[in-house]
């Protein structure tokens, strides 16, 4: 079964300071997503990364794809307060792009 | 685009009973999926319905689950005789074709007394 591994599964840092959040998978993907979810609210698509070497970037967040490492890192630059929620990273299913395999998130706080 | 909904927001019951959740997902989405989150974990998949076709179900889905999309638009995922175990949040999401992002609900949170 697919394996979807995040760290820090906690992470709190400064306003202003940069981090970057890991997300390891165990098996053959060419394709990885990035959800943000704020307490008690639903999961929001943030990035969708295609294929290897693929980077996109939103603000001061930007994610990138390594499928021969098979993993994927997402970077927060010069941290806002806005930015503190739980950060998941999702791979389909090998044979079928339907069932999203979610990491255990990434729960981030930045503090003023 | 009203995006996915999902009632109720909240479910409380007694230990045995049966409950019902909905979701109306995105009007032109054809592809529609249910996921539980327990606390402290990122979701895991349950059921995928493309239109009224139930196609995939994880082995999570016990017997005394039970999904159905009969019109291929709104979604119900039943549980009977529910337990302990079933209390969770239970997301709702939809998409328009395989890998494209999935879009979810806010969930049905369950509480199991």
């Known amino acids: 079964e697919l394996k979807v591994e995040q760290n820090p599964l906690f992470l709190s840092m400064q306003e202003g300071k940069n981090y970057t959040i890991y997300c390891n998978y165990s098996?053959?993907?060419?394709?990885l997503y990035w959800y943000r979810q704020d307490p008690g609210k639903s999961l929001e698509s943030l990035f969708v990364l295609l294929s290897n070497g693929a980077v996109k970037q939103e603000g001061r967040l930007m994610a990138s794809l390594d499928t021969k490492a098979r993993l994927s890192t997402l970077h927060i630059t010069a941290a806002v307060h806005d930015l503190s929620a739980t950060y998941f990273c999702?791979?389909?299913?090998?044979?079928?792009?339907?069932?999203?395999?979610f990491g255990t998130g990434t729960s981030l706080t930045v503090i003023p | 685009d009203t995006g996915v909904s999902q009632d109720p927001r909240h479910k409380i019951t007694k230990r045995g009973q049966n409950v019902t959740f909905r979701c109306d997902p995105i009007?032109?989405?054809?592809?529609l999926y249910w996921y539980r989150q327990t606390l402290g974990q990122g979701p895991e998949f349950l059921t995928y319905f493309q239109n009224e076709a139930q196609l995939e179900k994880s082995r999570l889905l016990s017997d005394r689950f039970s999904a159905e999309r009969p019109k291929g638009s709104f979604s119900t995922l039943e549980i009977q005789r529910t337990e302990q175990g079933d209390s969770a949040m239970y997301l709702c999401?939809?998409?328009?074709?395989?890998?494209?992002?999935?879009?979810f609900g806010d969930g049905t949170r369950l509480s199991i007394l």
């Open positions: 098996t053959t993907s060419d394709r």
């Open positions: 999401a939809s998409s328009l074709r395989e890998y494209q992002p999935q879009h």
């Open positions: 999702a791979v389909p299913h090998r044979n079928t792009g339907n069932q999203f395999y």
């Open positions: 009007s032109e989405h054809n592809r």
